[in-house]
């Protein structure tokens, strides 16, 4: 058995990558550190016990950033690239397509959380891997998900979402209800996304943080918010 971990990221580059962020802190120093937390998110899947079996992909966005990618990723990630501009297609079509491969579960996760913790992901995995259909769901602090875990590509539950929204995971739920779906949630984490979220990543990182503990090293994002803090302090 092999689960495929695929995060979902637009390959950062100047100008495309963080647009809220960027706007704060610039357009470079918001693509170096999308970057890092590629990199992170990267880790907490290769941290994932061998033995577990699971294989790491960058979803990626556009055609033609391949190599950026590659750079950034472990050597052992496999590539997909995002099919369609809306999101529940991108989410739809990868999950197909890790099927259609042969891996016996799909779990998705956002690339803005450079230090969710690995042991969510090892529990989203032993869940899907429970007998029967079932779906696993990390909601996130602003009412999305930061991951999706699912066994079988179920339509329903990407159409007609509004993405974007605090909606979003709430309706999740109540679609896989819909269709008799069982649901396993995941603690809470959160994106970086904004100066917000971002100050929250430095309380983590410091040690400060009331709401987010025992969250992964994260350590490409820790030595760049390190050598970058006097540009970017809140």
């Given at each position: 058995?092999?689960?495929?971990?695929?995060?979902?990221?637009?390959?950062p580059q100047p100008g495309r990558s963080k647009t809220r962020l960027a706007t704060a802190i610039g357009?470079?120093?918001?693509?170096?550190?999308?970057?890092?937390?590629?990199?992170?998110?990267?880790?907490?899947?290769?941290?994932?016990?061998?033995?577990?079996?699971?294989?790491?992909?960058?979803?990626?966005?556009?055609?033609?950033?391949?190599?950026?990618?590659?750079?950034?990723?472990?050597?052992?990630?496999?590539?997909?690239?995002?099919?369609?501009?809306?999101?529940?297609?991108?989410?739809?079509?990868?999950?197909?397509?890790?099927?259609?491969?042969?891996?016996?579960?799909?779990?998705?996760?956002?690339?803005?959380?450079?230090?969710?913790?690995?042991?969510?992901?090892?529990?989203?995995?032993?869940?899907?891997?429970?007998?029967?259909?079932?779906?696993?769901?990390?909601?996130?602090?602003?009412?999305?998900?930061?991951?999706?875990?699912?066994?079988?590509?179920?339509?329903?539950?990407?159409?007609?979402?509004?993405?974007?929204?605090?909606?979003?995971?709430?309706?999740?739920?109540?679609?896989?209800?819909?269709?008799?779906?069982?649901?396993?949630?995941?603690?809470?984490?959160?994106?970086?996304?904004?100066?917000?979220?971002?100050?929250?990543?430095?309380?983590?990182?410091?040690?400060d943080s009331t709401r987010f503990r025992a969250g992964g090293f994260a350590p490409a994002s820790r030595?760049?918010?390190?050598?970058?803090?006097?540009?970017?302090?809140?």
């Amino acid at each position: 058995m092999s689960a495929a971990i695929g995060i979902i990221r637009k390959a950062p580059q100047p100008g495309r990558s963080k647009t809220r962020l960027a706007t704060a802190i610039g357009e470079v120093a918001a693509s170096e550190l999308s970057a890092c937390f590629l990199r992170d998110v990267a880790a907490a899947i290769e941290a994932v016990p061998e033995a577990l079996g699971r294989r790491g992909y960058g979803v990626y966005a556009p055609a033609g950033a391949e190599h950026i990618m590659h750079q950034l990723l472990p050597a052992g990630f496999g590539l997909l690239l995002q099919t369609g501009d809306d999101l529940g297609y991108v989410l739809l079509g990868a999950m197909r397509a890790f099927l259609h491969a042969g891996h016996d579960g799909v779990l998705l996760v956002n690339g803005d959380s450079p230090t969710l913790p690995t042991r969510f992901l090892v529990q989203a995995v032993e869940a899907l891997r429970e007998p029967g259909d079932r779906m696993v769901v990390g909601p996130a602090s602003d009412g999305g998900y930061y991951l999706i875990g699912l066994k079988r590509p179920h339509q329903h539950l990407f159409t007609q979402i509004a993405w974007g929204t605090e909606t979003v995971a709430r309706a999740t739920c109540e679609r896989a209800a819909e269709i008799g779906l069982a649901t396993t949630l995941l603690p809470e984490w959160y994106d970086v996304d904004d100066m917000q979220t971002l100050r929250w990543l430095q309380d983590e990182l410091a040690g400060d943080s009331t709401r987010f503990r025992a969250g992964g090293f994260a350590p490409a994002s820790r030595t760049f918010l390190n050598a970058a803090a006097p540009q970017i302090s809140p």
